[in-house]
């Protein structure tokens, strides 16, 4: 009975599950210490500054559901089919599913004249404005909106409204309110970014 189970053990394929969570510098610098599990499972991999990550399982089955942590909060859930496991390359995952913000919103409300925002994100339980940010918000009728951490995983979404937002200030001359602009403010490095 030992023998057969030894060898059952010794036959187990070590099966490798590769993955690219698609992030920005941004999110990054924001999110460094970014761990995936395979459900159930009770080691953590950290992924990579680039995105990258291999897990290693010995249980072939027709799904695993990958665990996406900051920390110990959960920010996706990822189904990696077993067919993708005999890929060269990692199976690309895109950090948000659907975005309900992103540039075009942004442009949108711009062209009808619709109040804007700016995204930002702190560690904070509620967001504290000074009075600069109330001057802003005054002279740009652009309100800022707090982020909770629990939307990381839509983080690449507000930080793509805001880089427009910077681009409509731009482009309205309204450059010299961006040099006062908080520094929590998501994509607050791209701001004179115009691109």
């Avoid at 990958?66 to 990692?90: A, H, Q, S």
């Avoid at 560690?123 to 940010?133: A, F, Q």
């Avoid at 001057?135 to 690449?156: D, G, L």
Wanted: charged share 30%; hydrophobic share 35%.
């Amino acid at each position: 009975m030992l023998l057969i189970v030894s060898l059952n053990l010794l036959s187990q394929e070590n099966i490798s599950i590769k993955g690219k969570l698609f992030f920005s510098i941004d999110f990054y610098r924001n999110f460094s210490n970014l761990l995936v599990k395979i459900n159930n499972a009770k080691e953590y991999v950290t992924i990579k500054e680039d995105g990258n990550f291999e897990l290693f399982t010995l249980t072939k089955k027709e799904n695993y559901k990958l665990l996406f942590y900051y920390g110990d909060i959960k920010f996706k859930e990822f189904d990696y089919k077993f067919e993708w496991t005999k890929r060269k390359r990692p199976k690309s995952i895109s950090l948000a599913e659907k975005c309900e913000v992103n540039k075009s919103v942004a442009r949108n409300k711009f062209k009808e004249k619709k109040k804007l925002k700016i995204y930002v994100f702190n560690r904070l339980d509620s967001l504290v404005l000074t009075k600069n940010d109330f001057k802003f918000q005054k002279k740009t009728s652009i309100e800022f909106v707090k982020i909770s951490i629990k939307n990381i995983n839509k983080y690449e979404c507000y930080l793509e409204y805001n880089q427009m937002v910077f681009k409509i200030l731009h482009l309205s001359k309204n450059t010299n309110l961006l040099k006062k602009i908080r520094k929590d403010v998501i994509g607050y490095n791209y701001r004179f970014n115009i691109n």
